[in-house]
């Protein structure tokens, strides 16, 4: 009976305040006369609280759409809030707009046919935007690596999942075959605005009849820069290519990566998702192969949602869907939580958490059981802390199941960006996508009994978990977290201390078939790989010494260039950088181009091609255990990398801890769920 009672108090707590979309602003709030937005229940609970009242207050939400064309924005006036739905009523968020399937007419037999091949025609529908009031396409752009990273185009989710401009190939990727001119090269400083030139393979750029609005994406140097570039003409007969703008880098052929694809191509609309919009026109085509039972365009750049300066607010309950930006944004906020929430669909990253940058430090701030699925970027930014004086934020990300991002930008928009000083990324999943899993800056982070998987799918140079180029970026420690299933067609990492990093203790993790080279340390220093299981990896432990050897990477330690310009800026020698991290304040001194202090110790490595590249550059132990069978894993055909109390890792590796296997990723009823293998 108190339970019961308990619950009841949750959902028809003191003077809860309803909202609902058949409401009306002009009611009182009540479950009889519930308000129509948000704002005005916010503005109903600002006057209650000057009237004295205390204590947490309900927004309590009737189901059903509610529609943003507006960011909704709390600020330092709003404490103690819980906004969740009524009961167990279904409440969805969305930035975009729905359109009735049965506007959706077919294009065989109108006068737009002739516009599509033969063979597709009675696939192809259409809707006419314009009269129905939509003229807010938005606009194809550069996207990708070293580009603006805001919001994205118009988008079109058929049934609940987000579709893609038309394109081809529809499932591959083109090789670049020579390139006739690479284009201004902005990283060599040429700030010119020449595009490149290059031959392509194959005749299939000839069904196209106009190469007005036609974009290609790809590798076009680097495999670890995406790029998008507008076509400026397309050669049929030489079959060339010509972008309109420049790649960073130039574009290049030769490397597997160096390839591309093109899209927003009315003709190629063959395939189940695609979609391709007349802007002139104002006509939206798709490839319908199933029943519609809902369509919607995605419209709202901004975010939907905005804690600033908020203090205790807890959204819980609600999906957050079909945008061209993010879903929440919570700047310098503390004890504000998003909790048991679905975000999709976004056009950007999914949420973010950070600091203003003349606002206070916000604190255990997070997102806890939460599904981000299909964003056009990254998952969540997870910042806050101080640099200056290396004040602890303790935002998190925990038990949340991160996947199927870069949709659009896919490179450096990680699952999680963790940044600041003192953050947590904690049993969560992250799988399915081309590029990081996690990238990290900033202090004295901790991640733990994460399930990482299936990423690094497509690019080069690149780690499961990255960070690097920073030495004052260190106390870092990545505990009891499962790397496996890391793409190794190119040069991959579970984890990648990049360009001398420094300063991150590895304890406790299980590696299997995780990457080319499961580690790889270049040139950084007081990186130990203590008590972690190595599996089927082809070489665990990669290491150089890149910052005395390797012309690229040797300026970064000369007089007056970038890391001394990164160890100033904090004050290295001085505290509080000086006592939490006393080998910082003797950088220089103590021979930075060397690596040192990259402890292996009480580690088991089972089946391992490579066990280290290069002994000699870290501090290996005898007490390490090299087997090629079974060293007694519960069930190693299932993937139960558990060892059992009898394995002879706890007889030969003196002190060796047992690795809480079943407890890694995210737990229900204290036990680990696989949503990848849900998601399917």
């Known amino acids: 009976m108190a339970i019961i009672l308990l619950f009841c108090f949750s959902c028809f707590a003191i003077n809860p305040v309803y909202v609902s979309p058949k409401g009306n602003d002009s009611g009182d709030g009540s479950i009889t006369r519930p308000f129509l937005t948000i704002e005005k229940a916010r503005e109903d609970i600002r006057i209650k609280r000057s009237s004295g009242e205390k204590g947490p207050i309900y927004i309590l939400l009737r189901g059903g759409d509610y529609h ?57 529908f259409m809707v006419n935007l314009k009269n129905n009031g939509i003229t807010d396409y938005g606009n194809l752009k550069q996207v990708g690596f070293g580009n603006l990273l805001d919001f994205a185009w118009m ?29 201004s090269v902005l990283a060599d400083g040429d700030n010119g605005k020449l595009g490149g030139k290059f031959i392509y393979a194959g005749n299939r750029p000839s069904c196209w009849k106009s190469a007005e609005d036609i974009w290609i994406t790809g590798y076009f140097h680097y495999g670890w820069a995406d790029d998008a570039l507008k076509l400026a003409a397309i050669d049929t007969v030489a079959k060339t290519f010509s972008t309109a703008q420049p790649h960073r880098y130039g574009i290049v052929a030769g490397s597997p990566w160096n390839a591309w694809y093109a899209y927003n191509i009315p003709e190629e609309i063959d395939a189940p998702g695609e979609f391709y919009i007349d802007r002139k026109e104002g006509i939206l085509y798709f490839y319908k192969n199933e029943e519609i039972k809902t369509l919607e365009l995605s419209l ?45 669909n976004m056009g950007s990253y999914a949420a973010a958490i950070s600091d203003n940058p003349e606002g206070p430090v916000g604190k255990n701030n997070g997102f806890q059981n939460c599904v981000i699925d299909q964003t056009g970027a990254g998952g969540i930014h997870l910042g806050g802390g101080d640099r200056k004086t290396l004040e602890a934020a303790g935002n998190f ?16 928009c990680p699952g999680v960006q963790i940044m600041g000083v003192g953050n947590r990324i904690s049993h969560c999943e992250i799988f399915n996508a081309p590029h990081f899993a996690i990238q990290l ?43 496996h299933n890391i793409s190794d067609i190119h040069s991959s990492s579970a984890i990648y201390h990049d360009d001398g990093a420094c300063g991150m203790k590895v304890f406790g993790n299980v590696f299997y078939k995780a990457g080319s080279k499961t580690v790889l340390i270049g040139g950084g220093s007081d990186n130990p790989y203590v008590n972690n299981i190595f599996i089927d990896c082809k070489r665990t432990i990669d290491i150089d010494d890149r910052l005395q050897s390797y012309d690229w990477a040797m300026p970064w330690i000369a007089p007056g260039n970038l890391f001394e310009q990164d160890l100033n800026e904090i004050r290295y020698n001085q505290p509080p950088y000086s006592l939490k991290y006393p080998e910082l304040a003797k950088y220089w001194t103590d021979n930075p181009g060397l690596p040192k202090r990259n402890v292996v110790d009480r580690n088991v490595f089972v089946r391992i091609g490579v066990v280290c590249n290069n002994f000699k550059r870290v501090e290996y132990s005898e007490n390490n255990l090299i087997v090629n069978e079974d060293p007694g894993f519960v069930s190693e055909k299932n993937q139960n990398f558990k060892l059992k109390s009898s394995s002879v890792v706890f007889r030969k590796v003196s002190g060796f801890q047992p690795i809480q296997f079943d407890k890694i990723g995210i737990l229900k009823n204290g036990k680990p769920v696989n949503q990848s293998k849900i998601n399917k």
């Open 68 to 124: 943003f064309s507006r960011t909704v924005s709390f600020g330092k006036w709003d404490k103690s809030l819980i906004i969740r739905p009524y009961r167990n009523e279904k409440v969805r968020f969305t930035g975009g707009v729905s359109i009735d399937p049965l506007l959706a007419l077919p294009v065989n037999g109108s006068p737009k046919a002739g516009l599509f091949p033969e063979n597709s025609r009675k696939h192809i």
């Open 155 to 183: 988008e079109l989710i058929i049934n609940g999942k987000p579709g893609h401009l038309s394109r081809w190939p529809n499932d591959s990727t083109v090789r670049i075959e020579k390139v006739l001119e690479k284009g």
């Open 300 to 344: 709202f750049e901004k975010p939907l949602m905005e804690l600033n300066q908020a203090s205790g607010i807890t959204i819980q309950g609600i999906a957050f869907e079909c945008s061209r930006g993010i879903a929440l944004e919570i700047k310098s906020s503390s004890d504000c939580l998003l909790k048991n929430c679905t975000i999709q």
């Open 397 to 412: 990300v925990e038990y949340c199941s991160i996947s199927n991002y870069n949709r659009i930008s896919k490179t450096y």
């Open 441 to 483: 800056t900033g202090n004295d982070h901790l991640i733990e009994y994460n399930n990482i998987h299936d990423v690094c799918m497509v690019t080069d140079d690149v780690g499961a978990l990255y960070y690097g180029r920073n030495p004052s970026e260190r106390g870092h420690l990545v505990q009891f977290n499962y790397f």
